[in-house]
């Protein structure tokens, strides 16, 4: 599954691109930092991140688009930046027909390196490790949007099955509930 992960932002936005193979084998296919000037206007900063996202899709085609969930951040500026870098991005997936999935920073740095408080450090190295990379991925930004689409490539068969088995059981209850409404209509009261 070829993925595309993006750790937004208006300053930095990375971008990578992921091929997922049989288990865990995953092969880094690119890598770039999309930046954007702090003095330009915002309305134009997403436009130039939205278009090398656009660019990037329409380049690669990833049949996924993993985005990392801003949930919280102490200063307030820099999260609605990050929220809406992340919104252009998985509108531009959208129009493309392309599934967008959002991962919390916890989650991916559980995915690539065991615990999910692991820092900028130790993502970077592992996602260095995991990708037989010959050199870390800079700024962090890089290897951050490597471990999404990492992330992704190892979580989303999981996911999968598990949407699969909620719809069997949504379905079987449905089912169960009609046999009950029958059964209560057949009985002489």
């Not at 531009?92 to 408080?117: D, L, M, Q, W």
């Not at 992330?151 to 088995?165: D, G, Q, T, Y």
Request: with cysteine; net charge positive; charged share 25%.
């Amino acid at each position: 599954m070829r993925v595309m992960g993006v750790d937004p932002g208006l300053t930095r936005c990375g971008l990578s691109i992921v091929e997922g193979g049989i288990g865990r084998k995953v092969t880094a296919l690119a890598v770039d930092v999309v930046r954007t000037p702090p003095d330009m206007d915002l309305a134009h900063r997403l436009l130039l991140v939205a278009d090398a996202a656009e660019s990037w899709m329409d380049t690669h085609e990833p049949r996924a688009v993993a985005i990392e969930r801003v949930f919280a951040q102490h200063n307030v500026r820099t999260a609605m930046g990050t929220a809406q870098a992340g919104g252009v991005i998985a509108l531009a997936a959208a129009r493309r027909g392309i599934p967008v999935a959002f991962h919390t920073p916890s989650e991916v740095k559980a995915a690539v390196t065991g615990n999910g408080a692991a820092d900028k450090a130790q993502v970077t190295t592992m996602v260095t490790r995991i990708l037989g990379l010959q050199v870390a991925p800079k700024p962090a930004d890089a290897a951050d949007a490597l471990a999404l689409a990492i992330c992704h490539c190892w979580r989303a068969p999981l996911l999968e099955r598990m949407a699969k088995a909620e719809a069997l059981a949504a379905e079987a209850q449905r089912k169960y509930a009609e046999r009950l409404a029958e059964q209560r209509k057949a009985v002489p009261r």
